[in-house]
């Protein structure tokens, strides 16, 4: 009996019915096996959230032989939790996530549900990559990012990655990039955040809005520096968030 | 001029309601001015999510001289983001969140809104830490987790913490704790996550539920064994999640 197929679960947080997750898609394809379970409307900013007070429901949007597409009402993790559960049949061989429509790079990890559905693939000890493409554009061209998602992709199904680690994976818009690199998150923060404005019935509201302050523009071992140079970027992201630096100092911290 | 007094700020995602940010506010009156904007609901498992599309808004409930309280509709780190910068009327000295109606150890950090709402006071630059209770009990004995909270937070309100890194702290149930223990975070993972029932109309529907699978059960060096033993814990958190360990065995891929 033939052996099976790599089975590669996909998700995102922009939608089954986004750009991002169709070009993710194409560029996997012949690579295994493909199910889908993705949000029915846009999830952006939902990080690693859960719903754990609300009933979670699936439908089957397309089948075909290596092709399965599910929406589900719940978050990007409820997505990777239900459908790995519940739907895949057989844990996945790889997890890819995106592509999505917007940057992932820096502190966008901690915000993004395309890297909270990557980080959740690794919590199940599935090799999980997330790719974001730097254009918020619906018409934004993909071509460039599926040919590094691909190969990507592709190496890390036969090769794996430790356990515990994924990829937040970032590439620029346009079609000249420089090359890859490999770079540790930058550090940063969004500052002037919020616009304010009146609803319908003249109440004060708060819109999150802002821009990113980068607080080591020079640093070359970043990935907010390698983008900006032109670069697509690797960053391997971990699972366990200890500071593994200051356990040692903070021991005095049992005796207050 | 007398000096300022510090300025707590204060959030959680079990709602400003809830009994644990009661005990929170109670645990560090006196330490300084508190402010206090948390969510007007429940927001469990909210982890870092942000309100991108939709308004924000905050009501005051309470103003006293020390202490102002206001509930706002979004998610703890947009409590954390609004309150701070629109909310709170200069950068605040000291954020913490909780105290969280049951256990946010091991992995549950990735999944927690109250830690989200730490970590977010943490790319403030802000010294911040997380309380939670192993109880979900609403009518749950928040005394000793009120003193070990007033202890840490007092100690870290005089001695800071580096920036990037901040505290997440479990309290086991009961008042006859060991003591406390600087720990790491446990490997693991939820399994058995899901219950099938139907909805009104006879649809089936996905209820998130499951248990907790501890990759490392026998380790002294966890927060889960430290707690199982009955002590308290302190697992300091990093914003920089990058796996640096593996930033130059991943060189390679730079050439794929």
């Known amino acids: 009996m033939a052996q099976n197929k790599p089975l590669i679960f996909i998700t995102n947080d ?6 991002g ?3 993710l898609i194409e560029s996997v394809k012949g690579l295994g ?12 900013g939902m990080s690693g959230a859960i719903s754990s007070t609300s009933p979670l429901r699936v439908t089957r949007i397309h089948q075909e032989d290596d092709l399965e597409i599910y929406s589900c009402n719940g978050t990007p993790v409820d997505c990777v939790k239900l459908g790995i559960s519940e739907i895949a049949g057989r844990k996945p061989d790889l ?11 820096s502190i966008c990890v901690l915000y993004s549900g395309t890297m909270g559905a990557a980080i959740e693939g690794c919590i ?6 997330g790719f974001s493409l730097l254009d918020h554009s619906h018409e934004a061209d993909f071509s460039t990012a599926k040919t590094i ?3 990507i992709s592709n190496h890390v199904l036969h090769n794996g990655l430790p356990i515990g680690t994924c990829l937040n994976v970032n590439i620029p818009k346009g079609n000249d990039i420089k090359g ?5 998150q930058t550090a940063g923060q969004w500052v002037d ?5 009146k609803d319908g019935s003249g109440k004060e509201v708060f819109w999150l809005t802002g821009r990113f302050q980068n607080d080591e523009p020079a640093d070359q071992a970043t990935d907010e520096w390698a983008l900006a140079q032109g670069y697509a970027t690797i960053v391997p992201v971990k699972v366990d968030m200890t500071d593994h630096s200051i356990l040692q100092d903070l021991k005095f911290m049992e005796e207050i």
Chains 1, 2 share one sequence.
């Open 14 to 19: 922009d939608g089954y019915t986004s750009g």
């Open 21 to 23: 997750i169709k070009a």
């Open 33 to 44: 096996k493909i199910v889908v379970v993705a949000p029915d409307g846009p999830r952006s």
């Open 95 to 105: 997890v890819v996530t995106g592509i999505n429509h917007g940057s992932n790079a």
């Open 124 to 129: 199940f000890k599935i090799p999980s990559i």
């Open 149 to 151: 998602a691909r190969n």
């Open 180 to 184: 890859v690199k490999v770079c540790r």
């Open 193 to 197: 955040e919020f616009f304010r404005s």
